[in-house]
């Protein structure tokens, strides 16, 4: 829990976006608990459950800078070797600000952790 406290307390990302990356990384791994878990979040947040559903299919509900995070999350999820060099160049148009851009890569990798865990 002292991890997820000292980066929430230091990240530049909004909450909101954090948790979607969360949602996208545990429904791409399968882990329902989860999910279940981000969409009872992003509820909290005024996420609509709509855009949770729609991200299922594609991210056409998604603004630019969610897309950009959730599709590099993706990536690392599916295949993490894959990532290049190009992808981080992708998410940090997104996300220009360094402290930003790795927010969204420990989200990332610290959901592919819990997912593998739980």
């Known amino acids: 829990w002292g991890y997820w406290k000292a980066v929430r307390e230091s990240a530049q990302v909004q909450r909101p976006m954090l948790l979607q990356v969360s949602f996208a990384v545990s429904e791409l791994n399968g ?28 991210d056409s509900s998604l603004d630019p800078t969610e897309k950009a995070a959730v ?8 295949s993490a070797g894959a990532v290049s060099d190009s992808d981080f160049a992708a998410l940090k148009v997104a ?20 997912n593998r865990f739980t």
């Open 31 to 58: 882990c329902r608990y989860c999910v279940l878990h981000q969409v009872a979040g992003l509820r909290r947040v005024g996420v609509d459950v709509s855009k949770l559903q729609a991200m299922r299919k594609d």
């Open 71 to 78: 599709t590099f999350a993706r990536k690392l999820t599916k």
């Open 95 to 114: 996300f220009p600000d360094d402290k930003a851009a790795l927010d969204i890569l420990l989200q990332t990798c610290a959901f592919n952790f819990m």
